[in-house]
């Protein structure tokens, strides 16, 4: 699987990328108090030819992360010979990740590719930034048996 490095968002502060860089927990320290929410995305596309644009998009949107409310970070990933892509992203809570799901940029790259693949996703809850066991568990996720399902499930908390 490639990873792109961590971006780290403006709920991040520079601690995040420590402990993003280092694999390990950086405690509550410096955000608001609640759990974190992570939000782990699987798109598998029905052709190859739409992965380059779906990456040129991806990444389009990650160079606004330095700039979104609630963001504490984000990886992008992918499997090409699987014809899959997506994300691991962090934020301060549902609120935070709801408005990046509204954004016009994010409707624009589901409207263009939610008929040309599978796409499924969900919702983990932490109390603290554990990058390590949140890259961990994403994986762990996104290797499951059941990759190939269009599933939204319910939120899991990791304590």
Do not use: K
Request: with cysteine; glycine share 10%.
């Amino acid at each position: 699987m490639l990873r792109s490095r961590w971006c780290r968002g403006p709920a991040g502060g520079r601690l995040s990328d420590r402990a993003a860089a280092r694999g390990v927990d950086s405690g509550a320290r410096g955000r608001p108090s609640g759990p974190l929410i992570v939000s782990v995305t699987d798109f598998t596309s029905d052709a190859y030819r739409d992965l380059p644009g779906i990456a040129r998009r991806g990444f389009a949107l990650r160079r606004r992360w330095p700039h979104l409310g609630g963001a504490v970070g984000v990886w992008l990933w992918a499997m090409p010979s699987a014809r899959r892509c997506g994300s691991v992203s962090v934020w301060t809570g549902r609120r935070a990740l709801a408005e990046f799901v509204r954004l016009p940029e994010h409707v624009a790259i589901m409207n263009e590719y939610r008929r040309r693949g599978t796409t499924r996703s969900v919702i983990l809850e932490y109390e603290s930034l554990d990058t390590a066991r949140i890259r961990r568990d994403a994986q762990a996720w996104l290797m499951s048996d059941d990759h190939r399902r269009d599933v939204r499930e319910t939120p899991r908390r990791m304590t």
